[in-house]
């Protein structure tokens, strides 16, 4: 129980001192929050929803590779950094990330592989400049999709196999990574 009240008093503090700075931009998307309890921990991620469509316009925009340039860091949402808190370390492949709060962003790659980047800077607008902060990257795995996703999607979920599961759905194209609970 003090994990859990010392994790969220750290991300309120973090979230407050970033206030004053938000207030300052407008968001340009809707924002969402989701949530797992996978093997009794709490996965928790809050992040823009941007539109393949161009706000206030018709314009269909190209998302991965023109939008979503490759070789570049991504924001993975729109507007605030994307925030991830994790109640106990979750492990993704060799990596763990220990229980606590972070920025996530990725580095989408057109041939090969992408990744996704955890950061303990938070509190920003878009990406982290200062990679310092950058705690552990994870690689994702990459597929195209049936039906297109016109507005950025991210789910956490049950793995079918065991664990949970990070993915991330926008146009054609869908990134996973799949997690552990550490015990």
């Known amino acids: ?3 859990i009240i010392s994790i969220l008093m750290m991300t309120a503090v973090a979230l407050s001192c970033a206030l004053p700075a938000q207030a300052q931009r407008q968001r340009l998307s809707p924002h969402e929050t989701v949530s797992a309890v996978i093997d009794g921990n709490r996965v928790t991620i809050t992040y823009g929803r941007p539109y393949t469509v161009k706000a206030g316009t ?3 925009r190209k998302i991965w590779g023109t939008l979503v340039p490759y ?4 924001r993975l ?3 605030e950094a994307t925030l991830l808190i994790t109640q106990q ?3 993704m492949g060799s990596t763990t990330v220990p229980a606590g709060a972070y920025t996530l962003y990725m580095m989408p790659v057109e041939n090969g592989t992408s990744q996704l980047v955890f950061s303990t800077h938070l509190g920003g607008w878009g990406i982290p400049v200062d990679t310092s902060h950058d705690l552990a990257k994870v690689d994702l795995t990459k597929d195209a999709l049936d039906k297109t996703v016109n507005q950025f999607t991210l789910s956490v979920g ?3 196999s065991g664990g949970g599961l990070l993915k991330f759905m926008w146009e054609n194209t869908q990134f996973s990574v799949p997690f552990t609970v550490q015990k």
């Not at 070789?71 to 991504?74: D, I, L, R």
């Open 77 to 79: 949402g729109a507007d």
């Open 58 to 60: 018709t314009e269909v």
């Open 89 to 91: 370390p979750i492990v």
């Open 1 to 3: 129980m003090k994990k």
């Open 158 to 160: 049950r793995n079918p």
């Open 71 to 74: 070789g570049q860091p991504w």
